[in-house]
């Protein structure tokens, strides 16, 4: 009798540790807690922080005032435009020039020379790069001069303090960026596909458009999400090399502009608020476009 | 509607070579292959037979000589346009496609109507005996199943000719015995001719019509299974066609092919595979021929043995410390001394000097 009582109180006994690890946490876990420290104090209070600012205006009105406020003034709300119109195209340009030069590159044998020579861009900085670009393609800059020496134009043609100066600079600071992260993509797919589909009659384009492509979509998606977010968040270079009261007057100017010259930090939060909600809806968007994509190992076999 | 090989005669290779920077992969390759044929391209690893295939498939291209289908030169044809089915190590099946898509996928290439692909696909899944996993992804059946749709998606394009890159090396020793039973019913079925690179003596042995031994990109020898089987025309080419004893000896006496030589401290007998093979010769002998017995002249000492259910396998170490492998009927025991012998005409003699 005895026993029988004993019996059925017995797995309760295991250890605290023991029933915690057999749900997947153990002493490693205890690991996460600096990385989770970390995102705590420097993104997610951040983040609330400002909401929470963002809900008290500087000048009442309600909760909602900064946001209604906002919407309700074509020259604020156009700034969201403004920046799509900047960021969705550059990001595009630049995963379609990375997709081939990828794919060209992986073959290669001086591939991380190439690489190196590729991501100088990044190392350089915004500033840098717009500095460079306003003395190179501005009106006096040698891009026009040697075009207007061998008579191709007669004018000089306006590159910066425009909508197109701050786009090239986007290419140059982003492609690098959007580069790596498809040539890692695509090195990721096993070569001896492409020899598989090209032994059963596929030529260089089938290949890609059976094979290539529809394995590097989600990785796609993925690249197109984070070079957008950087995009988006455009703001030394729509400022030095754009027009920051007209053309490219970014949602990023804005937020300065509300929060370090009308010094209104709270309207400046509900900018920045709603800058971080465009591009999660963005994000959402591509995600759940991509959804339908394959998204499994891309591998042949087994190796 | 059935599945069958594109008619053809013969594919010719004249005088295949492949250099990569200053080394040659493979140096002077001529063979003529006849419809149906079922080759095997044996060697040991990076002796140039995947070079070998991958030339003949167009993902490398020649460095010098010719290949021809019949009257045509394709050496200088792009994998694409040479119509060959390939199976890979790796069976390269599309991630993303199931396998019916996977199977149909070269027939897509050719714009075939939808009929015929289908009915096509239908037929090779039936041939590899998976129509019931059809719309799987390759993930998700296991590596032999794998392995059969790499073969059904090379052949449902009826090519001339299956290359085939050490198609069974991933699989686990029972599913490569069926699998070559399969590779070979597929063959006969559909009659195309069938490159077949191993490393695997037993399986060219069981699989081929005609096996090519390559060593260091050059030919060593072209036969029947038999023919490499029982009389290797070099040393090496018996070295690794099981012929593990390869002993060092003097010749003493000849008579004909046949001849006396001295090994260690014995004399044994055996037959000249090369016309004279001087007197520094090399004896070579399979384990199997190596037995103990009373009137064997080798003396020596047991010193490892395995016991394989029929019988025993095992290592004897002579008085001069040569080793030999045998095999014994009855037990033997470590430590234990005995006389081995061989038939003599199962004892080849190579010219020496080279091992």
Partial sequence: MQGMALTPAAPERARLSQRLARRGFDVTTLLLLPALLFVMALFVYPAIYGLWLSLHPMNGGGALANYINFFSDAYKYDTIFTTLKLAIPVTLVNLLISVPIALRVRHMRYQRMLTTILIIPVTLGTVLTAQGMLNYLGPLGWFNRVLMLLGIIHEPVRLVHDFTGVFLSQIVGGFPFCFMLVLSYVTGIDPSLESAAAMLGAGPFARFRHIILPLLGAGLAITFCLAFVQAFAVFPSAVLLGAPSGPTRVIAIAAFHAAYEEYDYSMGSAVAIIMGAVQIIVVMLVMKASSLLYRGPVAGGKG | ?355
Wanted: hydrophobic share 40%; aromatic share 6%; proline share 5%.
């Fill in chain 2, 1 to 355: 509607m059935t599945i069958s090989a594109k008619n053809f005669r013969e594919l010719r290779l004249e005088g295949m070579r492949r250099d990569f920077g200053g080394m040659n992969a493979l140096k002077d390759i001529s063979l003529t292959v006849r419809r149906g044929e079922f080759i095997a391209l044996l060697g040991p690893s990076g002796c140039g037979k995947s070079t070998a295939l991958n030339c003949l498939a167009g993902l490398l291209p020649l460095t010098g000589g010719g290949i021809w289908l019949d009257e045509t030169r394709i050496d200088h044809l792009k994998p694409e346009e040479r119509g060959f089915g390939m199976v890979f190590q790796n069976y390269a099946l599309f991630p993303h496609m199931s396998l019916r898509k996977n199977i149909g996928f070269g027939l897509r290439m050719q714009k075939l109507p939808r009929e015929v692909i289908d009915a096509k696909v239908e037929e090779a899944l039936a041939l590899v005996r998976l129509t019931k996993q059809a719309d799987k992804l390759p993930g998700q059946i296991s590596g032999g199943q794998q392995q059969r749709v790499a073969i059904a998606r090379a052949i449902v394009v009826e090519p001339p000719l299956v290359l085939m890159d050490e198609p069974l090396s991933n699989l686990d020793a029972k599913l490569r015995l069926e699998m070559r039973a399969e590779i070979r019913r597929i063959h006969n079925m559909i009659g195309c001719s069938t490159i077949y690179v191993t490393h695997d003596q037993d399986e060219a042995l069981s699989l081929a019509d005609r096996i090519v031994v390559l060593r260091d990109g050059e030919m060593r020898q072209v036969g029947t299974p038999h023919e490499l089987y029982a009389r290797p025309a070099h040393a090496d080419v018996a070295e690794f066609m099981g012929y593990r004893n390869i002993l060092k000896a003097q010749a003493q006496s000849h008579d004909g092919a046949r001849l006396r030589m001295r090994v260690g401290g014995a004399e044994i007998a055996g037959c000249a595979v090369e016309a004279t093979p001087g007197r520094d010769v090399i004896a070579a002998m399979r384990p199997e021929d190596l037995t103990p017995s009373d009137s064997g002249p080798i003396a020596a000492s047991v010193v490892s043995a395995e016991y394989r259910g029929r019988d025993f396998y095992g290592l004897a170490r002579t008085p001069e410390g040569l080793e030999l492998w045998f095999r014994s009927d009855i037990a033997v025991r470590p430590g234990e001394a005995l006389r081995l012998g061989a038939p003599a005409e199962r004892v080849l003699v190579y010219a020496g000097g080279a091992a």
